[in-house]
């Protein structure tokens, strides 16, 4: 067995919206899928909309949503301009800033946002983890 991720699926309150977010607000290139769901295409693994309560009924789990559903994205970039172009386009297409970019702890530099359905995202730059040009397009 080779480990990975293959595939993240979100739970999202309004896929429309959703998808226009994650399309046109952030860039990710989406392919073609059913209407009731959403799939992009990223280096390596595929992200997934599902509407929150259909995933919860597909999981066979009750459909609570929490303030933190203890969990964070995280998408690392190539410098300190590229998280700050990416944080401020993500506000830009509707997120919520949680921390604002800036030098962290183990000597990277990141901020957080929730997306339009409050999952976490930390968008980072880590300069012990080589990230190619090919990795930030």
């Given at each position: ?9 979100l ?14 607000g ?83 530099y ?28």
């Open positions: 067995m080779k480990p990975r991720i293959s595939m993240i699926t739970g999202v309150d309004d896929l429309e919206k959703s998808i226009a977010f994650y399309e046109k952030l860039g990710l290139p989406r392919m073609e899928s059913p209407p009731s769901v959403a799939f992009f295409t990223l280096n390596g693994t595929w992200l997934g909309l599902f509407g929150r309560d259909s995933l919860a009924e597909d999981a066979n789990v009750p459909c609570e949503k929490a303030n933190f559903n203890s969990f964070a994205l995280a998408h690392n970039l190539g410098s300190e301009a590229e998280v700050d172009a990416l944080f401020a386009e993500a506000l830009a297409a509707g997120a919520t800033a949680v921390k604002p970019p800036q030098k962290v702890f183990w000597g990277g990141s901020g957080y946002f929730k997306d339009l359905d409050g999952h976490l995202w930390e968008i980072a730059y880590n300069p012990f983890m080589w990230v190619g040009p090919e990795d930030t397009e």
